[in-house]
């Protein structure tokens, strides 16, 4: 059932986020501006066989023109934990929270076993013996249905893959032994219930719902596995935010890794364009690669197995990076205290950039160098030609 009494306000709302005035949304409906003006001072409402233009004009869903509607209060649910106090009532607008015995409910008052008493509407509470009880506006939070500690489903033959992992679990990604992919996940009851899995185009996308503060610090419970059916895949958006672990046994066309936090990323399988950044203290162990573009934000560290292809890498902090190879030209820079250690690694042209104390060295260039280097900075090439 749809709620009227907000319709004005959102006619109006609406209307001015198109830009248009009454007399403009009036004339795409056929009717005049003083009809469009009583609507959103909710004098009188249009017929209902003009609501699905009404909808087309403004660019939205029914639902939208409606306001909350029964498919929100489905989807969406009352905080059942406020401070760490569990939902005891709620009444409109604000929700009693308590860890006290209830011993009975009066519309807007809770009376509790040990005489305590919490008025909703004028947010008072009288509180008698041990224990807490809070009175707070309600709060929505996405409704889960809880699936047990335990999923796995096949899918289609997929090319690409994208995880975005934000429930600090262990991340394991190969080929497997078919050629659809396959999910299997093992962990708490809210790591599955939560955890969402996409195909579409032959990509692969895997993420939890968002969560009001996070997801659970008990990683080592959270166990993801996919199995991609490729050996190598054309993309992968791989990125762990928090602490979680993630081990790469496949290879991709081109790849983008991130770490957000102190997460650990290893890869063994190459990747023709490599794309890797960290922000915080994580670290990645990477295998060979092409094309490479690495930055560290942070104090995390990288090390990179080989480079046949261009290379770049930038340090924002104390960060380290290793690599080795045949790279053909690098952009090396380093701002603060960062160290790179390229002294396995041959370029012909390199060009770098240190502010701060960092410290490169380079193995050998067969070029030249242009080089822009602070009092305390080091930089080193141990054969040059």
């Keep these: 059932m749809y709620d009227m009494s907000a319709f004005g306000r959102i006619i109006a709302e609406l209307r001015k986020k198109?830009?248009?005035?009454?007399?403009?949304?009036?004339?795409?409906?056929?009717?005049?501006?003083?009809?469009?003006?009583?609507?959103?001072?909710?004098?009188?409402?249009?017929?209902?066989?003009?609501?699905?233009?009404?909808a087309e004009v403004l660019d939205v869903d029914m639902d939208t023109l409606f306001g909350v509607t029964d498919k929100d209060d489905k989807r969406y649910v009352t905080a059942n934990l406020f401070d760490g106090l569990p939902l005891v009532h709620e009444n409109g607008r604000l929700a009693c929270y308590s860890d006290k015995e209830v011993k009975n409910?009066?519309?807007?008052?809770?009376?509790?076993?040990?005489?305590?008493?919490?008025?909703?509407?004028?947010?008072?509470?009288?509180?008698?013996?041990?224990?807490?009880?809070?009175?707070?506006?309600?709060?929505?939070?996405?409704?889960?249905?809880?699936?047990?500690?335990?999923?796995?489903?096949?899918?289609?033959v997929i090319e690409s893959l994208k995880i975005e992992q934000s429930f600090n679990a262990d991340v394991t990604v190969k080929k497997g032994d078919r050629e659809e992919a396959v999910v299997i996940a093992e962990?708490?009851?809210?790591?599955?219930?939560?955890?969402?899995?996409?195909?579409?185009?032959?990509?692969?996308?895997i993420?939890?719902?968002?969560?009001?503060?996070?997801?659970?610090?008990?990683?080592?419970?959270?166990?993801?596995?996919?199995?991609?059916?490729?050996?190598k895949g054309k993309t992968?958006?791989?990125?762990?935010?928090?602490?979680?672990?993630?081990?790469?046994?496949?290879?991709?066309d081109k790849c983008r890794l991130a770490i957000n936090g102190s997460g650990c990323i290893r890869s063994k399988r190459r990747t023709d364009g490599l794309t890797a950044s960290i922000n915080g203290s994580g670290d990645m162990e990477l295998a060979d690669s092409g094309e490479t573009?690495?930055?560290?934000?942070?104090?995390?560290?990288?090390?990179?197995?080989?480079?046949?292809?261009?290379?770049?890498?930038?340090?924002n902090g104390s960060g380290d990076i290793s690599a080795r190879g045949n790279a053909k030209d690098?952009?090396?820079?380093?701002?603060?205290?960062?160290?790179?250690?390229?002294?396995n690694m041959t370029v012909r042209?390199?060009?770098?950039?240190?502010?701060?104390?960092?410290d490169i060295v380079l193995g050998r260039v067969t070029d030249h160098t242009e080089e822009k280097l602070t009092k305390n900075s080091t930089f080193k090439v141990l054969q040059r030609g």
Excluded at 208 to 231: A, C, H, I, M, P
Excluded at 330 to 343: E, Q, W
Aim: proline share 2%.
């Design 18 to 54: 198109k830009g248009m005035t009454q007399e403009e949304l009036g004339g795409k409906l056929n009717i005049t501006a003083q009809a469009v003006s009583k609507w959103e001072n909710g004098v009188g409402y249009p017929d209902i066989s003009v609501m699905p233009r009404i």
């Design 105 to 156: 409910v009066e519309d807007t008052v809770v009376h509790f076993a040990d005489g305590s008493v919490a008025d909703l509407s004028t947010r008072v509470v009288k509180n008698y013996g041990t224990g807490e009880c809070r009175i707070a506006e309600v709060e929505r939070v996405p409704k889960y249905e809880l699936r047990g500690n335990r999923f796995e489903n096949s899918y289609g």
């Design 187 to 205: 962990g708490s009851e809210l790591f599955i219930a939560t955890l969402r899995v996409t195909v579409e185009n032959c990509k692969m996308r």
């Design 207 to 231: 993420y939890n719902e968002n969560l009001n503060g996070g997801g659970d610090s008990g990683y080592r419970q959270n166990k993801l596995k996919v199995y991609t059916g490729f050996d």
């Design 236 to 252: 992968g958006e791989l990125s762990i935010n928090g602490c979680g672990n993630m081990e790469l046994d496949v290879g991709f």
């Design 293 to 315: 573009n690495l930055q560290i934000n942070g104090s995390g560290d990288i090390g990179l197995t080989d480079v046949d292809g261009n290379f770049t890498a930038k340090i």
């Design 330 to 343: 690098a952009v090396i820079t380093v701002n603060g205290s960062g160290d790179m250690d390229l002294k």
């Design 349 to 358: 042209v390199a060009k770098v950039n240190i502010s701060g104390a960092g």
